[in-house]
């Protein structure tokens, strides 16, 4: 794979050619709530040491709010108008686990039907993964195929050798490509600058064996394991909402006015009791139990099932953010000590 | 199987005039919708379609006409949410809706050719399953199909669907038409009164060469499963239309998954061995 070296300055003036050009550039905010557009260049930081965002970066693919059609009402006719999808994109200095949640999501936005609002959002963005050197008792990328160092998702991928230089490689056509085009800002490297960066990110404490849960939620369905946390959960969604790899969403229409309006695609979260429920009144989760445990076992069961992939990145935002401390990272870990 | 791709968008409507619109009940009514470009909807008998109504929402509504009849299409709305309300108190023939489908598996017809058909409806399961119902009578492919035997059971006698083709059933000589009432409610019904279940005995069919289909509230599946078994019925030949809640309509809102299963895409229509296989589904 093609290395490259390129100093802070030389990313700022990366930056600043894409702010002209009219890319939108994307990367966490300073108080690392969630991803911000840069503004100005020179305000470009690269924090491989930060928590992973409060909210994840999925928005760039799959926004919270997405309008997929505009309806116009007359007396007696209806018209419609296919939403646009947007603009180029470039997400700078993603953590592995958020730049690998596109692919994983990717999988069931084009396994029958294609869905071109996701796809044309992810063709148009570029994603500048980085190396991450932060970890808590949340974090668990290791123990879902993923590590602090991965590649996965990234088009290209940075390491930082020191405060004012980055390795970078091009791991992608699309990256190479990128890289071509910029050419005069990336000096020729070599992977000996950035092994023993890479080698000295230690990881997550936290460790389970994804295959052992799998196993157990194979042969329990039936169980009162999912009782306790089915008392805790408030069902609030924030786990859902915060997550870079939950994509489940509902339809819903938006009047302007009398005559106009547009339907989008909302965020939806499968820990609301109205989820699943019927027209009939009938509702085939109608416990927060039964709602936990469809999270856990689409996470790391069904979705392996379906699409080969966990549906979990080990991040840890939701436990980070979750209001009555439910840490899903010790509620696998435990299912794994069960088998 | 039959998809109609979107080719623009997965989520744009094609816009569908009202022809027809008729009360059965307090409840439900009936709808026939076409295009106005005269094209069919070319859906399988058991699909399902996404109807919109503009500022109110979308909702999933199963075709209940068989694709035998050409150039429209039928549904049987219950009111109970936003969409099917709306689409009940305020719009009226010659109003637009949205069409998004067909969507889903429908009934594996093919499968059923040379078979007898049993067909077992409670309430408004008759909707769906009369798609498929009407495909078997239809003149053109009558033929294809054995003894044809249609239960149909309602809470009372003011509930009653699609009354006056129900009354042809019943005086057609190729098909045997067994009602029930729960509930009695008119001193004039000479039928049985007993729920579903209790038709079962009656009929005297070969579960040999019977296919059975099924389609009603969820409480329904486990007895009327039961009782087929006492007849020694094949769980394969035992198929049934299953409800979930759908927004998308095509495999991605995650609303209607029953394990790793995508109803709105692998189903609706399930044979009984496949629904045995999927937790949390009846």
Not at chain 1, 47 to 71: G, H, N, T
Not at chain 2, 36 to 61: C, M
Not at chain 2, 128 to 138: A, K, V
């Amino acid at each position: 794979m093609e290395e490259y070296i390129i100093s802070l300055e030389d990313l700022k003036k990366l930056a600043d050619n894409l702010i002209k050009e009219g890319t939108d550039l994307f990367l966490p905010s300073p108080d690392n709530s969630r991803f911000v557009r840069l503004k100005k260049a020179d305000e470009l930081k690269l924090a491989p040491e930060a928590r992973p965002s409060d909210i994840s970066a999925k928005q760039a693919a799959f926004p919270k709010c997405d309008p997929v059609l505009f309806y116009k009402r007359d007396k007696s006719t209806v018209e419609l108008k296919d939403a646009e999808p947007s603009a180029n994109q470039v997400l700078f200095g993603l953590k592995p686990c958020d730049a690998a949640a596109f692919g994983i999501m990717n999988k069931v936005f084009n396994w029958d039907y294609k869905d071109n609002f996701f796809n044309k959002r992810l063709e148009n963005t570029l994603v500048i993964g980085l190396a991450c050197t932060y970890s808590d008792d949340y974090c668990f990328c290791t123990s879902v195929g993923l590590s602090p160092v991965s590649e996965t998702g990234s088009d290209i991928f940075l390491v930082r050798l020191s405060d004012a230089q980055f390795a970078a490689r091009a791991v992608t056509d699309k990256g190479i490509q990128f890289v071509k085009k910029y050419s005069q800002l990336f000096a020729k490297g070599d992977s000996s600058k950035s092994k023993p960066a890479l080698e000295s990110i230690k990881g997550p404490a936290r460790k389970f064996d994804s295959k052992k849960v799998k196993d157990w939620l194979d042969k329990n369905f039936e169980t009162d394991f999912f009782n306790p946390v089915g008392d805790t959960c408030l069902g609030c969604g924030q786990c859902a909402f915060v997550c870079p790899t939950c994509h489940c969403f509902d339809i819903v229409d938006e009047d302007y006015s009398y005559s106009e309006g547009r339907r989008m695609k909302n965020w939806d979260a499968c820990q609301f009791s109205l989820f699943t429920l019927h027209a009939s009144g009938h509702n085939p989760r109608d416990n927060q139990a039964k709602r936990y445990r469809q999270r856990v076992n689409h996470k790391f069961k069904y979705y392996i099932d379906r699409f080969k992939e966990i549906l979990c990145t080990g991040c840890g935002r939701c436990s980070r953010g979750c209001p009555v401390t439910i840490d899903i990272g010790s509620i696998v870990t435990k299912i794994g000590n069960l088998t | 199987m039959v998809a109609n791709i979107q080719e623009k968008s997965l989520y744009l409507p094609k816009l569908a005039k009202m022809t027809k619109k008729e009360r059965f009940t307090d409840k439900e009514m009936f709808f026939e919708f076409r295009f106005d470009d005269g094209s069919n909807l070319n859906h399988r008998p058991g699909q399902f379609v996404e109807l919109s109504i503009y500022g109110i929402g979308e909702a999933p509504i199963s075709i209940s006409s068989s694709p035998t009849q050409q150039g429209y299409f039928e549904l049987c709305v219950r009111s109970v949410g936003r969409v099917t309300s709306y689409l009940h108190n305020n719009l009226n023939v010659g109003d637009y809706v949205g069409i998004r489908g067909p969507f889903g598996n429908g009934f594996p017809f093919e499968k059923f050719k040379g078979h007898d058909m049993l067909f077992i409806c409670g309430g408004l399961g008759v909707a769906p399953l009369r798609s498929l119902i009407n495909y078997t009578l239809d003149k053109t492919k009558r033929g294809d199909f054995g003894k044809v035997y249609i239960l149909y059971g309602c809470k009372n006698n003011q509930e009653w669907l699609y009354q006056k083709e129900v009354e042809g059933w019943k005086n057609r000589a190729d098909v045997e038409t067994y009602l029930t009432v729960d509930k009695c409610t008119d001193s004039n019904w000479k039928g049985n009164v007993g729920v579903i279940t209790t038709l079962i005995p009656k009929v005297n069919f070969d579960v040999n060469k019977t296919i059975a289909v099924i389609c009603g509230p969820p409480i329904m599946y486990k007895f009327v499963v039961l009782e087929l078994k006492n007849r020694n019925f094949k769980e394969e030949n035992i198929y049934m239309s299953l409800e979930r809640r759908m927004k998308c309509g095509v495999g991605k809102c995650g609303h209607c998954q029953i394990n790793s299963v995508y109803v709105c895409q692998s189903g609706p229509v399930f044979d009984l061995p496949t629904v045995r296989k999927l937790q949390e589904a009846i």
